[in-house]
T-cell receptor
Framework: NAGVMQNPRHLVRRRGQEARLRCSPVKGHSHVYWYRQLPEEGLKFMVYLQKENIIDESGMPKERFSAEFPKEGPSILRIQQVVRGDSAAYFC?????????????FGAGSRLTVL | EDQVTQSPEALRLQEGESSSLNCSYTVSGLRGLFWYRQDPGKGPEFLFTLYSAGEEKEKERLKATLTKKESFLHITAPKPEDSATYLCAVSDNYGQNFVFGPGTRLSVLP
């Protein structure tokens, strides 16, 4: 029973290029969250998605960043025209949803370096 | 707006020296409080969920407690392998977002 799978684990981009980070949630989980973590800092919420819907994107920059969670396939976090400040670890987490206080299961993260 | 703070920022202990980590929170209707452990270069790993004041949970050398305003993670007789960053998070009754604190970096020296 695989956990949350993220790829790539490491990604290097030059300024102005696009970065695409993928996340496959735990089987059966329909809720996906993306967080960003800078060195020596905590996790900052970016976006919360359910299948085919963005539920809360209040933590995501208005420009250059987008996320999707299609009916089929992984969730994608897309960063267009990357800048050095986008260098960070991006973590995806999933939960089963429902009315309880669901536990988040995290992936190992994707580390983006912008040159 | 939900807020989570953690103290201390960093903590160094000798092996066997017990201590506690603090998580203070402000939330409009607590749905759950969560503790995670994060090792360098890895994703956070779930430890505990606490739902209501007075609740306690234990796992090996760790014990988590909850009041109406804060949670403590007590570590008894720690070992070097307990070295990690410990993260606290809350979720509220009005959404399904999870707000994380900045973490406490724990180092246990042999």
């Amino acid at each position: 029973n695989a956990g949350v799978m993220q790829n790539p684990r490491h990604l290097v981009r030059r300024r102005g290029q696009e970065a695409r980070l993928r996340c496959s949630p735990v089987k059966g989980h329909s809720h996906v969250y993306w967080y960003r973590q800078l060195p020596e800092e905590g996790l900052k919420f970016m976006v919360y998605l359910q299948k085919e819907n963005i539920i809360d994107e209040s933590g995501m920059p208005k420009e250059r960043f987008s996320a999707e969670f299609p009916k089929e396939g992984p969730s994608i976090l897309r960063i267009q025209q990357v800048v050095r400040g986008d260098s960070a670890a991006y973590f995806c987490a999933s939960s089963p949803g429902g009315t309880g206080a669901n536990v988040l299961t995290f992936g190992a993260g994707s580390r983006l370096t912008v040159l | 707006e939900d807020q989570v703070t953690q103290s201390p920022e960093a903590l160094r202990l000798q092996e066997g020296e017990s201590s506690s980590l603090n998580c203070s929170y402000t939330v409009s209707g607590l749905r759950g409080l969560f503790w995670y452990r994060q090792d360098p270069g890895k994703g956070p790993e779930f430890l505990f969920t606490l739902y209501s004041a007075g609740e306690e949970k234990e796992k090996e050398r760790l014990k988590a407690t909850l009041t109406k305003k804060e949670s403590f993670l007590h570590i008894t007789a720690p070992k070097p392998e307990d070295s990690a960053t410990y993260l606290c998070a809350v979720s509220d009754n009005y959404g399904q977002n999870f707000v994380f604190g900045p973490g406490t970096r724990l180092s246990v020296l042999p």
